[in-house]
């Protein structure tokens, strides 16, 4: 590759695409690199169905930051890529398509519909990595995974059937998160709070067979959001300490429209503090009410249901739910349940006044209740008392707690530490069943249980058979079967196994017998995050342990993760990656935080403030939206969107382009020295000091991204191109273009390429390429490793260039001097280090402090301004260059205004009213004015201690 002429503007969209495209084709994500040590990170695998959201676009820039980094520090950079399956909602997302065809899924076999979603995979599901290409992620796409490819499979249905044979999975009764619309379990995850308007209603429960409290009354009062789930009551809490009900606990209660008699519990659930204290308890439709039967010796199995798998009433077990409710969808039975406890007299009305003060009764209190929507059906979630398949999360969870505690998981920032181990500590059983078609299918297959003697059999409900194939299901089935036919009852002497139909997917039963045992596969898929969980290690060729890949690169060195997933992804992969690896996932964990508008506020679509990536990257460039990301991401900060610094960022890139320009014509060309250095000794002064700048700014850099503060590391590179290399280097050495400063120059230019080459991969890459001849492309570069020592003597002379030039041109513009008028400036007395540098630096002082000379001798009388630079004190005479009464009176004017308006600024900030009852956005800009005004009577009253 050899040095081409640079476009006189910088046009993202062309070059990102070309250079992506090149990178990809010709493998350099992921160089050969066998003896190299390896670094590893798997990224979070977007949903098949997804598009690129500014979340996503958070957490893999800053991931590709990192593993540029890591290859061009030379290791074997591995950045696994791939998607999820998205059980639920890639299912929605066929099943539409197919409403939009007057079609449905129940129209087509299970395994018919499943070749359908396959189908829309392959030509709809790559999206998203078409996206993420887009922002520059350099991920390993030459072995893309999906989490439902074969190797996975197999993969997930090990683990399962390891875990179950550990005891470590089982099945039991107990409250799942229920869709009715998409009718399946969902995961915590998939529940959204809204708040919705709604009632607060309150009733009478009479105690049984005359017995009344000690206060005289016959009922107990409780209070409920959802009266219709009084149909399944089966107790009525109450704090054991409540003296208000102490005398009734264990007596019971006759609910009115059932009928059925329950117990009056203790149960320190029950608040005494609020409403009446007591609390009607619901355990088959009530996560709290679940664990307070439980306590209340009320088996899963024994707890009432009352709802079918689209939430309609249904009658319970005991058969008392009236005739009129059965049948009834949950919010119509809400509505006569009230009704009916009305008529009966036991609904107690809510009391409010009017305007003349007379009593208004209602039905309910209103209330503003946080309601659990399904994320993808849109519905209310009813908790529902189901079957389901569950995972041993609290025995799992200690080997990660451990891992912690131990320092083999670092979490950054530390202070996730606490909720990590809050979570992890009252971690529930987790729920791994869903109700779908589309997923890994459960492998566990049902026959008959029976209790046998040689004269009598029972059937006492569904026996299990997990394991990896049908086949050694049904070996297990026949090794079941062989048990019961030692019993010798005749049932059993000829029975042989079979496989029952998949399409019927019923309960086996004793249809057949005596003469087949059938069994049959479950018919739920795992949880998505069930598969995902195994993503460290199966991505690499697990369960092959010898697999060359895998004993490379895992453990993996670092995921970088949202906060919000900490428990439902990063959690989990703990727990497998140390049950099956025996090792931890990763070293580290990185918990970014959200990206949110603007104001603050949380995006979403409701309120019409979710922020396209895509769209940020076709007006600004990838470069910029990617740099603004690290820029802003501050450990344990959420990122606030800001379209304008995007933009900034984007004008960042201009000046880098602009320099470059600079620098090739005037002959300045790359390829000079190596990543140690330009490879000669520089003798001018700007020279030595600006390699010392590059030796630094590695420094800050390399320890910024140990200690993964992308900001700091975006802020260092930020201000040595900006400030450093184009604002000071570049304006030292114009018209001094020798060969030691060209061949400098160059080299310092390469670094700059390097350093911003993981935040900008586009642009550097397209400089690099043009502005020297190459021997290979930039990504895949050497990070620089200056050899030279910082020269101090060398720095002490240009930072007191510096400082002198930019206190000068900070004074006149303070004074309203024009920044191009030529000034006479005295040191009578400067020490020898000073002189020496002024007298070095005659040309640089003349050109860019726009001083005509600098006198050691005594100034002259009259009013001047005094400038600092070093142990200097310059002193510039202002007779005859501006009217001192004039300015005196026009700062003391401006000042006075200043001053006044930040004062007002304070007295509102400081009212604990305007701050906890204004806008937030008003709180900020008042904030922000504060701040602009109290720096604006600073600057003016230097200005004015200037004049003396």
Known sequence: MTEQTLDKTFEPAEIEARWYSHWETNGLFRPERPDAVP???????????????????????????????????????????????????TQMVVERQMEARQDKRTNYTRDQFVEKVWEWKAESGGTITRQLRRLGCSM??????????????????????????????????????????????????????????????????????????????????????????????????????????????GKDIVQPLTGRRFKVVADEHADPELGSGAVKITPGHDFNDFEVGRRAGIK???MLNMFDAEAKVVQTTDGLVPAEFVGLDRFDARKLVVERMKEAGFLIPHVTKDKEGNEVLHDAEPRTIQTPFGDRGGVVIEPWLTDQWYVDAETLAKAPMEAVRSGAIEIVPKTWEKTFFNWMENIQPWCVSRQLWWGHR????????????????????????????????????????DELKATSHPLFQNAIVELESDGSEREPGLANAPFKYEISRDPDVLDTWFSSALWPFVTLGWPDEDAPLLKKHYPNDLLVSGFDILFFWDARMAMQGLHFMKEVPWKRLYLHGLVRAADGQKMSKSKGNVVDPLGLIDQ???????????????????VKMDEKRVEGYRNFATKLWNAARFCQSNGITGGIGDHTGPGIAPQLAVNQWIIGEVVDTVAELDKAMADLRFDAAANAIYHFVWDTFCDWYIELIKGSFDDETKAVAGWVLDQIL??????????????????????????????????????????????????????????????????????????????????????????????????????????PAGAAMQIGAGDANIVIPLEGVIDIAAEKARLEKALAAAQKEAKGLEGRLNNPAFVEKAKPEAVEKARADHAHHSAEAERLAAALARLG
């Open 39 to 89: 670094f590893t990170i798997v990224n979070p695998p977007p949903n098949v169905t997804g598009s690129l959201h500014i979340g996503h676009a958070l957490d893999n820039t800053l991931q590709d930051v990192v593993i540029r980094y890591e290859r061009l520090r030379g290791k074997d950079a591995l950045w696994v890529v791939g998607t999820d399956h998205a059980g639920i909602a």
């Open 140 to 249: 390993d796409w030459s072995r893309e995974q999906f989490t439902m490819d074969p190797h996975f499979t197999q993969a997930v249905v090990k683990v399962f059937v390891d875990l179950y044979n550990q005891g470590l999975i089982y099945r039991d009764k107990r409250l799942v998160n229920w869709d009715p619309k998409l009718k399946t379990a969902i995961s915590d995850l998939e529940v959204e709070t809204r708040e919705v308007q709604g009632g607060f209603w309150h009733f009478k429960y009479p105690l049984a067979d005359g017995v009344t409290r000690d206060d005289g009354l016959d009922y107990i009062e409780v209070a409920t959001t959802r009266p219709e789930t009084m149909l399944a009551d089966m107790a009525v809490a109450v704090h054991p300490d409540d003296p208000r009900y102490k005398s009734v606990i």
């Open 300 to 302: 899963a199995g024994d």
């Open 442 to 481: 459960i492998p566990a297959w049902y026959g008959p249980e029976f209790e046998a003697s040689a004269t009598r059999v029972t059937s006492v409900g569904l026996k299990a058979f997990v394991a990896e194939t049908e086949e050694q299901a049904l070996m297990q089935a026949q090794a079941y079967l």
């Open 620 to 638: 600004y460039g990838a470069d910029a939206l990617r740099f603004f990301m690290c820029a802003m991401e501050s450990q344990g900060r959420d």
């Open 754 to 859: 390097v350093l911003l080459h993981p935040f900008m991969p586009f642009v550097t890459e397209e400089l690099w390429n043009k502005t020297g001849t190459r021997t290979g492309e930039l990504i895949v570069a050497a990070w620089p490793q200056p050899k030279t020592a910082v020269d101090a003597a060398a720095k002490r002379e240009v930072e007191w260039l510096i400082a002198l030039v930019s206190a000068l041109r900070t004074a006149k513009n303070e004074l309203g001097i024009a920044p191009g008028a030529k000034l006479d400036a005295y040191l009578p007395e400067p020490s020898a280090a000073t002189r020496a540098i002024i007298e070095a630096n005659g040309p640089a002082i003349d050109r860019l402090a726009r001083l005509s000379s600098i006198r050691f001798e005594p100034v």
